[in-house]
């Protein structure tokens, strides 16, 4: 019970702090709501005037400058809807992702969402701008950009800022050093959003950019092809096989138990009342009399039985697993966020483990 509680242990965390999110993200959406349109428009006004004083920033890898003087001297005060630097949010429903977007990179930004890089233009639909939103990969117990590797050229989604649903199409994914920040430059007359995070999963030695330019507002996200109709039936067949096992393991170790139960029987004949009139129970009288082989069997009896416990347990273990992720992958992904977390724990963890490892 405690291996399978850690073994459970990252899927339930991030379930629990994904719902975390959306909660976030619900609070955003009911802030927006109850502004007037005189306030929205003017934070807006606002977010636009700042993007164009901005200019060309000065950018630095957000996971090593944590401390980072912000730029025209107001920029926390932009799009600050909520009073504590939520200033919009990222969804991109092909991967299951719609997390807020805070001011700034420190870590309790980070940990909690993504994090807007500070000296760069703020998502606006200026003709030339630049925003740069990062995220974490690999943070235990979340999920946060870990499936970012998953977007293609062609995507899109949405940055959701007051009560525009800004849509983006990724048109570059690169690797790039922490100190090449040229591709997150600005360029003349393209509205630009870059999605950063660490790569690859669990190394971190460079980083992976996806970036997309401004195609409108209200343009349908990609929505999430779900897994390859062959992977359901894979994962059907092997949660079988896991019930079969089971009750082929099951049937052997209860035939042991009635053997060994047998076995404790001839004993109690043996050294109960009438024992002097039982002959086959008299070669069983005690430990020193009782037969070599009969030994040998008593000992392979009781070891069969622990092994089919411990194989019992490890099938119910793959059999829930493979269960988690057939029920994900016939819902399709996203419908049920339990599931979708179970399938991109697979995808992620597991695949890239066998990856590195060249099995």
């Known amino acids: 019970m405690i291996g399978l509680a850690i073994f459970l242990y990252p899927l339930l965390a991030a379930y629990v702090n994904y719902s975390k999110d959306s909660t976030a993200v619900d609070n955003y959406d009911q802030i927006v709501d109850a502004l007037s349109p005189a306030q929205r428009r003017a934070m807006w006004r606002d977010a ?5 004083e901005l200019g060309k920033p000065t950018l630095r890898d957000p996971f090593k400058y944590k401390e980072v003087k912000e730029p025209l001297g107001r920029y926390y005060k932009i799009l600050n809807v909520d009073g504590k630097g939520m200033m919009a949010y990222v969804e991109i ?16 930004v980070l940990k909690d969402g993504t994090g807007h890089i500070a000296t760069t233009h703020v998502p606006t639909d200026n003709r ?55 591709a997150l430059q600005p360029v003349q007359n393209s509205n630009y959003v870059t999605l950063l995070t660490c790569y690859p999963y669990g190394v971190n030695s460079h980083r992976l950019i996806v970036r997309g330019h401004y195609i409108g507002d209200d343009v349908p996200p990609t929505q999430p092809e779900g897994a390859p109709i062959y992977m359901v039936w894979v994962l059907l067949a092997l949660f079988l096989a896991c019930l ?14 009635h053997e060994l139960e047998q076995m404790e029987h001839l004993e109690s004949r043996a050294t109960g009342p009438g024992a002097m009139g039982e002959p086959l129970a008299t070669i069983m009288v005690s430990h020193e009399q009782e037969t070599r082989s009969e030994a040998t ?35 399709k992904i996203s419908l049920l966020p339990v599931f979708d977390l179970g399938y991109h724990w697979f995808d992620t963890h597991v695949l890239y483990f066998f990856s590195i490892s060249k099995m």
């Open 244 to 257: 079969v096992g089971w009750y082929l393991l099951s049937r052997r170790r209860r035939n042991c138990r």
């Open 93 to 108: 429903p092909k991967i299951n992702v719609k997390l807020p977007v805070r001011h700034g990179t420190s870590d309790v």
């Open 128 to 182: 030339t701008i630049h925003s740069v939103i990062t995220g974490h990969t690999g943070e235990v117990g979340y999920m946060l950009f870990d499936n970012l590797t998953q977007l293609r050229k062609g995507d899109v989604f949405q940055i959701r800022v007051l009560k525009r649903h800004m849509s983006y199409k990724v048109d570059q994914i690169k690797i790039i050093l922490p100190t090449d920040v040229s």
């Open 297 to 331: 069997r008593r000992r392979r009896l009781i070891k069969t039985r622990r092994i089919c416990s411990a194989f019992m347990w490890l099938l119910a273990v793959l059999g829930l697993f493979f269960a988690w992720g057939t029920v994900g992958m016939m819902m």
């Open 48 to 52: 636009k005037k700042y993007d164009e």
